[in-house]
């Protein structure tokens, strides 16, 4: 499962481009992968073999004809299935839209396809990308590449689980509250949520417009810096989208870490968090200053009530975004006799438990009279994160912390009471809620044997620095 440098993305863009590899060979390989581990992880819930496969040949045709390739030529990726792929059904793992086949392609797919990538499938997620184990998709969830006993991690548990187990070198998640990050965390891959605004959304199915981010998954820093580079920039479709060029990413990633200023998040770093990954932390902090880097403590008091906000917030803005699941515009209708029950039947039969009791909360904490005292609240305590952030980052370039409180669980350790569950995002939660970016480093393991991941969080629109110590902690690995 570890990472040979012929099958990162970087090595086959190389050599299909140099016509050392065809796509066509490169795609066979990992769809033969696929088709080997598949029944077992279920990382997919569409392989698109025959599409790719065409795609492919597609790519192999235009280098026959010494057209110039692009910088994924011949690179298979995997979708997470909440991103729109026109006329290739996209379920966000939930029954209420079954059949939908959506008629146009996310702003990231077409990048994507116009950058060379080949895509293979549509990943599992937990229902609408609400939850952190790949337990709530209405279609089973996918098993951990590394320990089949164990949560991938969620919700893009499907796409950190298909790069992990080899089926693509790069995948595409989505980031609410953690989704890339705990993830990656967990089956021992990089995982990136970008700054907020600096990837386009068009076409990413929404859960809570305010937090959504799309970002990479890869099995190295340099793959994660490559596949952000195509897929970030201005995009008119989206009117969250930043207006400024995609940064360059992989040109800054070998200027080493000497005299950047890392602070390693008390309160982040204690409580809740289990002393095997803790140790991993302070493994990585005492690494990042061998490299030459200045590490101190730093704090950054409000994050403590990150999950508290999160959880009035995520809700609210997806009782409104799921409005829309009505029976008459996407998916599922169940009839009635009467269209007011038929929405009603639709929706009782087409939304998980997790999805309606996000509904409830959501409009509960929207309704008249609480709106101040709950959605309100929480919008104050989000302004006070974002201003202990930006003080930290007066005295540091950088922040470290635990991606995930613990490595994988158990399927079911945490199903029976939701509070549990949430607690899994508590230090991933708070870059959503400020908007900057972090990303998910594998960083040895725990005592079981399993990944451990280290997140490094940065500035808005610092992901180069946040790549470059990323890369950093790689290397020292
Ligand atoms: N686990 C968190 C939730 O359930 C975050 C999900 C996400 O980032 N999409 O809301």
């Given at each position: 499962?570890?990472?040979?440098?012929?099958?990162?993305?970087?090595?086959?863009?190389?050599?299909?481009?140099?016509?050392?590899?065809?796509?066509?060979?490169?795609?066979?390989?990992?769809?033969?992968?696929?088709?080997?581990?598949?029944?077992?992880?279920?990382?997919?819930?569409?392989?698109?073999?025959?599409?790719?496969?065409?795609?492919?040949?597609?790519?192999?045709?235009?280098?026959?004809?010494?057209?110039?390739?692009?910088?994924?030529?011949?690179?298979?990726?995997?979708?997470?299935?909440?991103?729109?792929?026109?006329?290739?059904?996209?379920?966000?793992?939930?029954?209420?839209l079954e059949g939908w086949r959506p008629?146009?392609?996310?702003?990231?797919?077409?990048?994507?396809?116009?950058?060379g990538a080949v895509a293979v499938g549509?990943?599992?997620?937990?229902?609408?990308?609400?939850?952190?184990?790949?337990?709530?998709?209405?279609?089973?969830?996918?098993?951990?590449?590394?320990?089949?006993?164990?949560?991938?991690?969620?919700?893009?548990?499907?796409?950190?689980?298909?790069?992990?187990?080899?089926?693509?070198?790069?995948?595409?998640?989505?980031?609410?509250?953690?989704?890339?990050?705990?993830?990656?965390?967990?089956?021992?891959?990089?995982?990136?949520?970008?700054?907020?605004?600096?990837?386009?959304?068009?076409?990413?199915?929404?859960?809570?417009?305010?937090?959504?981010?799309?970002?990479?998954?890869?099995?190295?820093?340099?793959?994660?810096?490559?596949?952000?580079?195509?897929?970030?920039?201005?995009?008119?479709?989206?009117?969250?989208?930043?207006?400024?060029?995609?940064?360059?990413?992989?040109?800054?990633?070998?200027?080493?870490?000497?005299?950047?200023?890392?602070?390693?998040?008390?309160?982040?770093?204690?409580?809740?968090?289990?002393?095997?990954?803790?140790?991993?932390?302070?493994?990585?902090?005492?690494?990042?200053?061998?490299?030459?880097?200045?590490?101190?403590?730093?704090?950054?008091?409000?994050?403590?009530?990150?999950?508290?906000?999160?959880?009035?917030?995520?809700?609210?803005?997806?009782?409104?975004?799921?409005?829309?699941?009505?029976?008459?515009?996407?998916?599922?209708?169940?009839?009635?006799?009467?269209?007011?029950?038929?929405?009603?039947?639709?929706?009782?039969?087409?939304?998980?438990?997790?999805?309606?009791?996000?509904?409830?909360?959501?409009?509960?904490?929207?309704?008249?009279?609480?709106?101040?005292?709950?959605?309100?609240?929480?919008?104050?305590?989000?302004?006070?994160?974002?201003?202990?952030?930006?003080?930290?980052?007066?005295?540091?370039?950088?922040?470290?912390?635990?991606?995930?409180?613990?490595?994988?669980?158990?399927?079911?350790?945490?199903?029976?009471?939701?509070?549990?569950?949430?607690?899994?995002?508590?230090?991933?939660?708070?870059?959503?809620?400020?908007?900057?970016?972090?990303?998910?480093?594998?960083?040895?393991?725990?005592?079981?044997?399993?990944?451990?991941?280290?997140?490094?969080?940065?500035?808005?629109?610092?992901?180069?620095?946040?790549?470059?110590?990323?890369?950093?902690?790689?290397?020292?690995?």
């Open positions: 499962m570890s990472p040979t440098s012929a099958s990162t993305a970087t090595a086959i863009a190389e050599a299909v481009r140099s016509g050392e590899r065809s796509a066509r060979e490169v795609v066979d390989e990992h769809l033969a992968a696929i088709e080997a581990r598949e029944p077992e992880l279920h990382a997919f819930n569409l392989v698109m073999a025959d599409e790719a496969r065409a795609s492919a040949d597609a790519i192999d045709r235009a280098r026959a004809a010494g057209e110039q390739l692009g910088p994924l030529a011949g690179v298979p990726i995997a979708l997470k299935d909440n991103l729109c792929t026109r006329g290739i059904p996209t379920t966000c793992s939930s029954r209420i008629p146009y392609d996310a702003t990231v797919v077409q990048r994507l396809a116009a950058a549509k990943t599992n997620l937990d229902e609408f990308a609400m939850g952190s184990s790949t337990e709530n998709s209405a279609f089973g969830p996918t098993r951990n590449p590394h320990d089949t006993s164990r949560v991938p991690g969620g919700s893009s548990g499907g796409s950190a689980a298909a790069v992990a187990a080899g089926f693509a070198p790069l995948s595409l998640g989505s980031d609410t509250g953690g989704s890339i990050r705990q993830p990656a965390a967990l089956c021992g891959v990089v995982g990136v949520k970008p700054t907020y605004g600096s990837v386009s959304r068009y076409g990413l199915v929404a859960f809570a417009s305010s937090l959504d981010q799309i970002g990479p998954f890869a099995t190295t820093v340099d793959d994660a810096a490559l596949l952000l580079e195509v897929i970030a920039g201005h995009d008119p479709l989206d009117s969250t989208s930043i207006p400024q060029p995609a940064p360059s990413l992989r040109s800054e990633l070998g200027r080493g870490v000497e005299g950047l200023r890392v602070g390693v998040i008390r309160e982040l770093t204690g409580e809740g968090i289990a002393p095997d990954v803790a140790r991993r932390v302070t493994a990585a902090a005492d690494a990042l200053a061998v490299a030459g880097a200045k590490v101190d403590e730093a704090s950054v008091p409000a994050v403590a009530y990150g999950l508290s906000a999160y959880y009035l917030i995520a809700p609210a803005e997806a009782s409104s975004n799921l409005a829309r699941y009505d029976g008459v515009r996407y998916g599922l209708r169940v009839d009635a006799s009467n269209s007011p029950e038929m929405m009603v039947a639709s929706r009782t039969a087409g939304f998980g438990d997790e999805v309606k009791r996000r509904i409830m909360l959501g409009t509960y904490a929207l309704s008249a009279g609480y709106y101040d005292a709950y959605y309100g609240k929480a919008q104050r305590v989000r302004t006070l994160i974002i201003r202990d952030f930006a003080a930290a980052y007066e005295d540091f370039d950088v922040l470290l912390s635990p991606t995930s409180p613990t490595t994988a669980f158990a399927f079911g350790d945490k199903t029976a009471d939701p509070l549990t569950m949430y607690l899994n995002d508590i230090c991933t939660i708070p870059s959503n809620l400020s908007g900057d970016p972090a990303v998910s480093v594998p960083y040895g393991v725990g005592d079981d044997g399993l990944p451990v991941g280290v997140q490094v969080l940065a500035p808005a629109m610092q992901e180069a620095t946040m790549l470059r110590v990323a890369a950093a902690l790689e290397a020292s690995r």
